[in-house]
């Protein structure tokens, strides 16, 4: 599977499974960590970030109080017109059952009672998805065993770097590298990487999601347009200093001239996940004080699947909901 990704990763999307929400992630334990900002004060909740606190910056955004914060949706819907990885399976559907008769449906010609679809192609890193570290690494956890600090609110850090892409013309052939982030982390007054947090980069290309495995002329029209990425080193000091993920707005962390996916192989090595295709409400997020879910299928295979008695699934179609600070006038 690494070999195959070894080539020229240009991309696969978006999928977006319900969001399960705030109540989900508290009820399964997800050591969360949220505050309710009331009357100057705030509260956090048991089991939160590094260890029951909860990173400056972050008190603001309440995920239980709709008044004080804003759901957004950070996936991309995965249709049949969704961006596929070259060589991965194609996402095919059909309806099995309908409620009602639908002579012209093959197999709804009678109705049924119920609506029911059947999935008949889809590869696990097609749409918005996270790819664990078994992905590149087969001795390395898979999607089965990964720990729940993955899982339910986490701080989100957003590097916007479409200026940079558009001050260069739509060239995109570069890295982010260690000291550009803490350049960023210092202008934007974020500070420091909170303790088990994503960062992702929004590129602003996710706009182009829609057009599929086309390709059109010209910059800005395409979402297989050249990108930045982290390199290996700024992943690196990334997780040494907080994070438990990477990823961006389009195939994910790597850069499109890096060949050998270096921030995907780095922090999937280190026991990390990256969290690919997102989509283009990482726009309505700011740098820092932000929170990400993520919520989707706990895939696992039985020993007659695996490889050796030990691969599992690598990756899961995701659906990825921020809360951000809703704005008063």
């Known amino acids: 599977m690494q070999q195959t990704r070894r080539h020229a990763k240009v991309g696969a999307l978006a999928l977006s499974a319900a969001a399960l929400g705030l109540v989900a992630g508290l009820v399964l334990g997800l050591n969360s960590a949220v505050v309710a900002a009331a009357g100057g004060q705030t509260h956090a909740v048991p089991g939160g970030v590094a260890g029951g606190g909860v ?30 990885f070259p060589g991965d399976p194609k996402f095919r559907w059909q309806l099995w059952n309908c409620v009602n008769a639908h002579p012209r449906v093959p197999r709804c010609r009678q109705g049924s009672g119920y609506t029911l679809e059947q999935i008949q192609s889809l590869g696990t890193h097609t749409g918005t998805h996270i790819s664990a570290p078994c992905h590149f690494h087969e001795n390395k956890p898979c999607l089965g065993r990964l720990p729940e600090k993955f899982f339910g609110l986490r701080p989100l850090i957003v590097i916007n770097v479409k200026p940079l892409i558009l001050a260069r013309h739509g060239n995109g052939d570069f890295f982010i590298t260690a000291s550009y982030i803490q350049n960023w982390l210092h202008r934007t007054r974020c500070g420091a990487i909170p303790h088990n947090s994503y960062v992702v980069l929004y590129t602003g290309l996710s706009s182009f999601y829609h057009l599929g495995n086309r390709r059109l002329p010209g910059r800005y029209n395409d ?23 990477v990823g961006a707005d389009t195939f994910g962390p790597d850069a499109t001239m890096d060949q050998g996916f270096g921030s995907t192989t780095e922090i999937t090595a280190l026991g990390g996940i990256t969290l690919e295709n997102m989509g283009p409400g990482l726009a309505r997020m700011r740098p820092c004080g932000d929170w990400i879910e993520l919520n989707g299928p706990r895939l696992t295979s039985t020993p007659h699947d695996q490889l050796g008695g030990r691969l599992d699934f690598c990756g899961a179609w995701m659906g990825m909901d921020g809360w951000t600070l809703r704005r008063t006038s």
Do not use: C, K, M
């Open 55 to 84: 990173p400056r910056g972050y008190a603001r955004v309440d995920p239980r109080s709709p008044a004080r914060s804003l759901q957004v949706f950070l996936g991309q819907p995965l249709s049949r017109n969704a961006p596929i």
């Open 223 to 245: 979402y297989y347009d050249d990108v930045p990425g982290f390199s290996v080193r700024s992943t690196r000091w990334l997780e040494e200093h907080g994070a438990i993920g």
